[in-house]
């Protein structure tokens, strides 16, 4: 079954004509290598851009969905639960 599908694909393909391509195969890869390699240097140089100030301490929003006051690792909780 599979012999006689595959044949038939191949008839088919036979058949038709390949769609004309503006570079060659290798053309377009290279092209396509080149910009994607000048996409990592741009994400590699705004990799260190997190680390130009110092941290700055977060507010207290109580609109958070969850908030840290757990106190970990201090005895000062409220309640012991």
Do not use: C, W, Y
Request: glycine share 6%; proline share 6%.
């Amino acid at each position: 079954m599979l012999t006689q599908l595959s044949g038939v694909v191949l008839a088919a393909a036979e058949e038709h004509e390949l769609a004309p391509l503006i570079a060659p195969p290798f053309v377009i890869g290279g092209i396509m290598l080149a910009a994607l390699l000048l996409l990592m240097v741009v994400t590699v140089s705004f990799m260190n851009l997190g680390n130009r100030h110092s941290a700055v301490p977060q507010a207290d929003d109580p609109h958070r969905q969850h908030t840290n006051k757990h106190a970990h690792g201090d005895d000062s909780a409220t309640s012991n639960h």
